[in-house]
T-cell receptor, first 111, second 114 residues
Framework: DAGVIQSPRHEVTEMGQEVTLRCKPI?????LFWYRQTMMRGLELLIY????????DSGMPEDRFSAKMPNASFSTLKIQPSEPRDSAVYFC?????????FGPGTRLTVL | DQQVKQNSPSLSVQEGRISILNCDYT??????FLWYKKYPAEGPTFLIS?????DKNEDGRFTVFLNKSAKHLSLHIVPSQPGDSAVYFC?????????????FGQGTTLQVKP
């Protein structure tokens, strides 16, 4: 298995633009998590899904952030409009039990 | 309120010596604990875990100890190698088995000097 796949690996955009981050989970994993890592706040859980259904989105910072999981093999995290303070590394992770497996992350820079 | 704390942001040890990374937690409902290792420009990778019904788990050079009364866990790496240089995160889970969300500490950067 190729592991968790995220795209793009790097994204540079201007303030106000829409940003879409993508994640392909490990086949057979029915939980999917989106995290954000910053120097100030460390690893923060934004939202997670079970069997494509959002379970807890309490970590989503504000309405500009949205996440979808239309099927078991794909999820997106969208920021619209983006702001400089959204600059961070965004990780997707999936699991079938307790251990979560992380993707390589998307480094987002909002100018 | 930070439920999982790694109070040492960094640690430096000589190759061949023991590395001890510490983690404290506040929530007594946590019943499963994990350690992750993270290299730059990569996602965290699972290293070792321990259930709250145990006080020790060993995997090669890595051993995790859990002291429930003190709400403290530690990761021992013996012997330390330069390739172990990375950021180490401890994480805790509540209601394990239902794949609840992980609560991560802030991380400790380990440097192993040749």
């Amino acid at each position: 298995d190729a592991g968790v796949i995220q795209s793009p690996r790097h994204e540079v955009t201007e303030m106000g633009q829409e940003v879409t981050l993508r994640c392909k989970p490990i086949s057979g994993h029915d939980y999917l998590f989106w995290y954000r890592q910053t120097m100030m706040r460390g690893l923060e859980l934004l939202i997670y899904f079970n069997n494509n259904v959002p379970i807890d989105d309490s970590g989503m910072p504000e309405d500009r952030f949205s996440a979808k999981m239309p099927n078991a093999s794909f999820s997106t995290l969208k920021i619209q409009p983006s702001e400089p303070r959204d600059s961070a590394v965004y990780f997707c992770a999936t699991s079938a039990y307790n251990e979560q497996f992380f993707g390589p992350g998307t480094r987002l820079t909002v100018l | 309120d930070q439920q999982v704390k790694q109070n040492s942001p960094s640690l430096s040890v000589q190759e061949g010596r023991i590395s001890i990374l510490n983690c404290d937690y506040t929530n007594s409902m946590f019943d499963y604990f994990l350690w992750y290792k993270k290299y730059p420009a990569e996602g965290p990778t699972f290293l070792i875990s321990i259930s709250s019904i145990k006080d020790k788990n060993e995997d090669g050079r890595f051993t995790v100890f859990l002291n429930k009364s003190a709400k403290h866990l530690s990761l021992h790496i013996v012997p330390s190698q330069p390739g172990d240089s990375a950021v180490y995160f401890c994480a805790a889970i509540w209601d394990s088995g239902n794949t609840g969300k992980l609560i991560f500490g802030q991380g400790t950067t380990l440097q192993v000097k040749p």
